[in-house]
């Protein structure tokens, strides 16, 4: 089974600080990886997706995200955040074919005004 | 499209008390999943149906937890008896069969005291 691990537990920026979440995961095949957004009050959300091709994917609202596989990464970037990036973010991996997503424990990032 | 829906949205039981969930995937979506969510940590998949079928349950309490699927649509996810430790959320999600990104519920916030 996969592990994932987030760097932060809780990050705290200002508006228009560039932004980046560090994630690791353990699994030694072919990997899917996905980073999650929970807004305040809100289900979570598809930020963006990694399945094959450029390791360099961009999502949504100016997020992009990098896989390493060297270092089984995929950490996560914005270089303008806004306060209305303040959200829960969760990155999760699943191995080949098999869908189960494991998540890690999240960070939790509040930009200030 | 209409998303993911559950409820209750929140629930307070009593320790020993049983409680239901119920979950209505987004239309044409094959596959369900039911995650556990505790305070500080990632979602945790508690147990996955592609249409009525049981695919992976092996992180299901199954001495307290049962979920079903009966018609390949709506499901329920019961705790009898609960415990302390079931506090959490409990989110559903629901995905087509090849599109492994998860769409997910606002999940029902369980409170055991």
């Known amino acids: 089974a996969q592990s994932v691990s987030q760097h932060n537990h809780h990050v705290i920026l200002s508006e228009a600080a560039s932004l980046e979440l560090g994630c690791n995961y353990s699994?030694?095949?072919?990997?899917?990886l996905f980073w999650y957004v929970q807004y305040p009050g809100q289900h979570l959300q598809l930020l963006l997706k990694y399945f094959s091709g450029d390791p360099l994917v961009k999502g949504i609202k100016g997020f992009e995200a990098e896989f390493i596989k060297s270092k089984f990464s995929f950490n996560l970037r914005k270089p303008s955040v806004q306060w209305s990036d303040t959200a829960e973010y969760f990155c999760a991996v699943n191995g080949g074919n098999d869908y189960k997503l494991s998540f890690g424990a999240g960070t939790t990032v509040t930009v200030r005004a | 499209e209409a998303g993911v829906a559950q409820s209750p949205r929140y629930k307070i039981i009593e320790k020993r008390q049983s409680v239901a969930f119920w979950c209505n995937p987004i239309?044409?979506?094959?596959?369900l999943y039911w995650y556990q969510q505790i305070l500080g940590q990632g979602p945790k998949l508690l147990i996955q149906?592609?249409?009525?079928?049981?695919?992976?349950d092996s992180q299901l309490p199954k001495d307290r937890f049962s979920a079903e699927r009966l018609k390949g649509v709506d499901s329920t996810l019961k705790i009898q008896p609960a415990k302390l430790e079931d506090s959490a959320v409990y989110l559903c999600a629901s995905s087509l069969p090849s599109d492994s990104p998860l769409h997910f519920g606002n999940g029902t916030r369980l409170t055991v005291t």
């Open positions: 149906f592609q249409n009525n079928g049981v695919v992976d």
């Open positions: 239309s044409g979506h094959a596959t």
């Open positions: 699994y030694g095949g072919t990997v899917n």
